[in-house]
């Protein structure tokens, strides 16, 4: 089976913080790693999405040219993903000439084939910012919920669509003065067209989770109206229709076009231009994006339109994981202010694989979770060290102290068969998690390896047993170390690399050697801890540590100049 596994494009306008991370970027890592362990053709894509007038914007006040601030964001954001250890197959970014060209290719057989209409229309312009406001630059009261800062393309609250002129009491996002409406001519796609294909697309997935279902029928039994596909701002992709000079490709419509595009750059870098239609044409192949629920639309129903409206036969999303909000203390993440923890800040207090297994033992992928300092440390301490480091670290240093190498000829007693059986059963559910794109449940069930195991070390008490039992049990729950290190592969990459090579192996794992029992000849590493500990007095000190890195962002010329990256 071929997969496609794409991430939200983070908008480089700013670093992604914790909640971003999970929703979209490091979650489709997980799954794209779990995948290419079970062997299967994976292509997982994504990159920065560097349009818009958020950009142009930024870029005027620091009186420098929009590719110039892209490019230097475009460089942390790789970095910074280096760290993660978030390893897309393409990262790469909508200013790609690749992407430039797909898209205007794109739209223009969309209009050759009748799916795009031009229209007059009153648009908000900012007299005070001299500019024509993008939807999402107009701020006001969402009509349908009464959230009072929705923006005008859609409620983050409630998650419906919109435009500016449905606000109550719109206001300039830049400047807060109130909008004039002027008239504009541009380009829309016909969605109304669409929306029976759509439709019966939507229904008949019964992959798409219920949040992406409810939220994407509930907007087509309003039916679908036409959206603008242009914009008047500089800063982006030339719109290609006829009569449409100065104007540009509104980002959220090319931006998704982006997971199409970055498959084809992937294999024009590997020497194979046209595999990527393999991913996108033939039907064994499954595409699945990684979200928040905000993004919801546009990639249920915006995405799978504008494939459609090509007239050609592209592979449509087998489904989305959108994921609800992660909130940070209760509150919502406000970089303004510092509520929340950032990418780079995150990777500057602790190793990667901490942040990574917490984000997604806490992924909200029912309802929203809450990061708490508190919950961190207890996961931490608790989970991380106490359950899985603990077995682990004393599993393998029973193991180096009596037999340094795996003996061969070892019999399991029939009470270590059963154990291993269940160890076994255990992994079947987390695959069964894994293939869900249940990543939260993936990683509970990977505890009970470590948990099951604990009990037995603490019941059976291997050192005091004779040889032959203490064989039986030790090469059972090294064969359980192994099946663990697989189980949590995905999540917490860098730690199971370096059990990896103390368990004495030298290649890289797959998913099936979690179902065979550790290999004899084995040469056994010397073991060393995975984990450690956190005191709240070590938490204190980060917490301060925490102000000081957002201190010198402050005070720096441009804010990302002074994004703090670790050495090495």
Known sequence: ?????????????????????????????????????????????????????????????????????????????????????????????????????????????????????????????????????????????????????????????????????????????????????????????????????????????????????QMSLGMLKEGLRPRAITRDNKWGIPAPFPGAEGKTIYVWFEAVLGYVSATIEYFKGVGKEDEWRRFWFDKGTRVVFFIGKDNIPFHTIIFPALLMATGEDYVMPWTVSSTEYLIFEGRKFSKSQRIGVWADEAIALLPADYWRFYLIYNRPEQRDSNFTWDSFLDVVNSIMNDTIGNFIHRVLTLASRRWGTVPSGVKLSEQDQEVYGKVLDVMSKVEENYEAIRLKDAVAQSIEIARLGNRYLNEKQPWRLSDAEFNSSLYMLLSAVKALSVALAPVIPFSVSSLWRMMGYSGGLRWDDAKRPIEEGLRLGEPKPLFRKISREELNSMLKRLDEIRDLKDRGKYPWEQVYLPEG
């Not at 910074?80 to 909508?94: A, F, Q, S, V």
């Not at 983050?156 to 400047?175: F, H, M, Q, T, V």
């Open 1 to 213: 089976m071929r997969w496609v596994v794409g991430s939200a494009w983070p908008y480089i306008y700013a670093v992604p913080h914790l909640g971003n991370l999970v929703g979209s970027l490091l979650s489709a890592d997980v799954f794209a790693r779990y995948l290419k362990l079970r062997g299967y053709e994976v292509v997982y894509v994504t990159g920065s999405d560097e349009h818009g007038t958020p950009i142009e914007v930024e870029a005027i006040k620091l009186g420098i040219e929009p590719r110039l601030l892209t490019d230097r964001m475009h460089e942390v954001i790789k970095k910074l993903l280096k760290l993660w250890g978030i390893e897309p197959d393409n990262y790469t970014r909508t200013e790609s000439e690749v992407h430039k060209q797909y898209v205007r290719d794109t739209f223009t057989k969309i209009y050759k084939n009748g799916y795009i209409f031009t229209r007059d229309d009153e648009l908000p312009y900012c007299p005070r910012d001299k500019i024509f406001l993008p939807d999402r630059f107009v701020i006001g009261t969402c009509p349908y919920c009464g959230y009072p800062y929705a923006r005008g393309d859609q409620c983050e609250n409630c998650g419906r669509l919109l435009e500016p002129r449905l606000l109550i009491n719109p206001r300039c996002a830049i400047c807060g003065s109130t909008p004039e409406w002027r008239v504009t001519r541009h380009w829309y796609l016909d969605l109304r067209r669409l929306e029976e294909r759509i439709k019966r697309y939507i229904e008949g997935n019964g992959a798409l989770p219920d949040n992406a279902r």
